[in-house]
């Protein structure tokens, strides 16, 4: 190895500079370089530096601001039209976001205040399928995985809620079958879920409950405000969180997958730790589907690729947290 000759290298010429008197230093001077060696090459968790994987094509996903189902179809169709594109053609993951729950389960607020009802997301949702379907012509081979997005941040954030979420997702599947959408088109759940929006112990309890029914996997797209950036040891979030609770409604709880914000480069590092934790405390190591960025709506945030090297890197630091990631994403305004 490069390392073991030049080390011998620095081992002969000490030889010849001190003569043949210093047996002794020489023996001691090869142990420390030996020991040096070991260190640098099987050096625990660390991970050997190496090219960062290319990143793939940037999906949109997009903050759902009107019932409009043909504006749904053109999400839709856009993003067909773009997987169709490449050839071989690519798969994709987009999120709609649809807001908080109500505190009836019926319905969301969408960020601009507009309220929604669980059959207008469900009819969004099929609108944004059949413009995919349709916008990959004659390529039938690509499939996007469109998670119907809520978050943590309104009434409904409980074992009720995940139940009632999960009711939607199942809502949705159903009718993507009866069209023929599922061929391309992949349902998941999804919900952005923030230490800072609300409670560990009601994001919990939305996982057990959406997990209840599991029609499909969740993708959680949020974040992990306030957790350690260089400790691993379950350590303290903001608003009571703490890593495990960031780990198990992200991985821990069965449907869960995450597709992480990284705004910055802070995030990269605070889901690298939340990985470690898992590897370490939970025997159940964080895979991510990738970053999710929201450049288009800040350009003071982390463009893609920037996003994509921080996480990839920082994952890729440590030999248990060594993984490549699917997908990369941006979310936008609708």
Not at 246 to 273: C, D, F, H, N, R
Request: aromatic share 12%.
């Amino acid at each position: 190895m490069p390392q073991t000759r030049f080390l011998n290298g620095q081992r002969t010429r000490v030889r010849r500079f001190w003569g043949a008197g210093t047996h002794l230093s020489r023996r001691l001077l090869f142990l420390i370089a030996s020991v040096v060696t070991c260190l640098v090459l099987f050096a625990p968790n660390v991970h050997p530096a190496f090219a960062v994987q290319a990143k793939p094509p940037t999906d949109k996903s997009y903050y759902i601001t009107t019932t409009s189902t043909s504006s749904a179809y053109n999400l839709g169709c856009n993003q067909g039209t773009l997987d169709a594109s490449f050839s071989p053609p690519v798969n994709s993951e987009v999120v709609l976001d649809f807001g908080g729950q109500n505190s009836s389960g019926t319905g969301t607020l969408l960020i601009n205040g507009t309220s929604i009802t669980n059959a207008q997301i469900e009819s969004v949702a099929e609108q944004f399928s059949s413009g995919y379907w349709n916008c990959t012509g004659n390529d039938s081979t690509s499939k996007v995985t469109l998670g119907i997005g809520t978050n943590n941040s309104y009434y409904d954030v409980s074992s009720s809620g995940g139940n009632a979420w999960a009711q939607v997702i199942s809502a949705v599947i159903n009718s993507n079958k009866s069209s023929g959408y599922d061929a391309q088109v992949v349902i998941d759940g999804a919900n952005d879920m923030e230490p800072d929006f609300g409670s560990a112990s009601g994001t919990i309890a939305w996982a057990q409950g959406y997990a209840n029914v599991f029609p499909a996997p969740y993708i959680n797209y949020g974040s992990a405000d306030g957790c350690p950036s260089s400790s691993s040891a379950n350590g303290s979030c903001n608003n009571g969180w703490n890593q495990y609770d960031v780990w198990y409604v992200s991985w821990g709880s069965p449907p869960a997958k995450p597709l992480p914000e990284i705004y910055y480069s802070v995030q990269a590092q605070q889901w690298t730790m939340i990985s470690l934790y898992g590897a370490q405390s939970q025997n159940k190591v964080v895979r991510m589907q990738g970053p999710l960025d929201e450049y288009d709506l800040d350009s003071s945030t982390d463009t893609s690729a920037q996003a994509w090297s921080q996480l990839w890197t920082d994952l890729n630091t440590y030999s248990t947290t060594a993984q490549n990631m699917n997908y990369s994403a941006e979310i936008a305004n609708e």
